[in-house]
């Protein structure tokens, strides 16, 4: 019985994975996640802990092993895009600009 408690605990540690996100201000922003959640969660996270409300003009981008970067995409396993192993480094960007910034409601969205 303690074997199987063992083993199905060990099982939970290998679904779980850290991750890293480097923010605006070049503050880091560090979690765990389960290894199969989707990149909504992690921005969901970041916004809570930002208490960012207007999320439309952001987004998670990492570099893949090849120095290329990408955008995470919301819909999709964080593992099964970023191809490099755990812990997970990624940074929040502004991804599209308002056409005109006044108009933004938040003083942390318009910084």
């Not at 199987?4 to 605006?24: A, F, G, H, P």
């Not at 992690?42 to 208490?51: A, E, K, R, S, V």
């Not at 952001?58 to 099964?80: C, M, N």
Request: charged content about 30%; glycine content about 2%.
């Amino acid at each position: 019985m303690l074997s199987r408690l063992m083993s199905s605990s060990i099982r939970s540690l290998d679904r779980e994975c850290n991750c890293t996100v480097r923010l605006l201000d070049d503050s880091e922003y560090t979690c765990t996640i389960q290894r199969d959640a989707k990149g909504q969660y992690l921005f969901d996270l970041i916004c809570h802990h930002l208490n960012l409300l207007e999320k439309d003009y952001f987004g998670i981008r990492y570099v893949d092993p090849d120095k290329q970067r990408h955008w995470l995409e919301f819909t999709k396993s964080i593992a099964k895009q970023i191809k490099s192993q755990p812990p997970f480094t990624m940074c929040l960007r502004v991804k599209f600009y308002p056409p005109d910034p006044a108009a933004l409601k938040e003083e942390i969205t318009r910084g």
